[in-house]
């Protein structure tokens, strides 16, 4: 089955750039979305088709795809942005990365 | 604004059968191109898809739980449901009802419902 890696922390800043990789075999012929999560709430899609942006998401959040690795992007991190992350891609199933907890400090 | 909101028992005995409801609300479960889904995550666990169901009533399941899911939709009440037989202690989580813009061959969530936490429990 398809598998979609992401590392489980990564830190960052306040005001710096958070990067967040997401893995899968051939990931570039599929699409990637984002989602956030905070403690106790549901998860929001914040980038979908690989970097697009919903209505709403800061500018600061972008997307991007390249051969095996989709990257969330966080330019300018504030603390509220301090969240879980989640990569989705299709794949015979829909399929959920692991998760990457950002902190911010 | 679409909002999904799902209820159903928060305790189920085990080999027991878990049943939700998910009610959307601000806009019609027949406009498309949608599906409606379910997700869950259980307790600091990440996010697993469970099914989703069109609203012809066609369903596609995740292969992992397909033997033990039935995902229904009900266009009059605005409603689909899901349903999860034979349920053991690894069953326990957030059952989250969402919706799915499906282009061909991708697609992506959102709404998201409030989660309803299920515990699996005698």
């Known amino acids: 089955s398809y598998e979609l890696t992401q590392p489980p922390s990564v830190s960052v800043s306040p005001g710096q750039t958070a990067s967040i990789t997401c893995s899968g075999e051939k990931l570039r012929n599929k699409y990637a979305s984002w989602y956030q999560q905070k403690p106790g709430q549901s998860p929001v899609l914040v980038i979908y088709?690989?970097?697009r942006r919903p209505s709403g998401i800061p500018e600061r959040f972008s997307g991007s795809n390249s051969e095996n690795t989709a990257t969330l992007t966080i330019s300018g991190t504030q603390s509220m942005d301090e969240a879980d992350y989640y990569c989705q891609a299709w794949d015979n199933s829909r399929v959920f990365g692991g998760g990457t907890k950002l902190t911010v400090l | 604004q679409l909002q999904l909101q799902g209820s159903g028992p928060g305790l189920v005995k085990p080999s027991e059968t878990l049943s939700l409801t998910c009610t959307v609300s601000?806009?019609?479960?027949?406009?498309?191109?949608?599906?409606w889904a379910w997700i869950r995550q259980s307790p600091g666990k990440g996010l697993e898809w469970i099914g989703n169901?069109?609203?012809?009533?066609?369903?596609y399941y995740n292969p992992s739980l397909k033997s033990r899911v039935t995902i229904s939709i009900d266009t009059s009440k605005n409603q689909f449901s899901l349903k999860l037989s034979s349920v053991t202690a690894a069953d326990t989580a957030v059952y989250y009802c969402?919706?799915?813009?499906?282009?061909?061959?991708?697609?992506?969530?959102?709404?998201w419902g409030q989660g309803t936490l299920v515990t699996v429990s005698s």
């Open positions: 088709q690989d970097n």
């Open positions: 969402v919706r799915e813009t499906w282009i061909q061959l991708w697609g992506y969530f959102d709404p």
């Open positions: 601000g806009g019609s479960i027949r406009s498309g191109p949608y599906y």
């Open positions: 169901v069109f609203d012809s009533g066609s369903t």
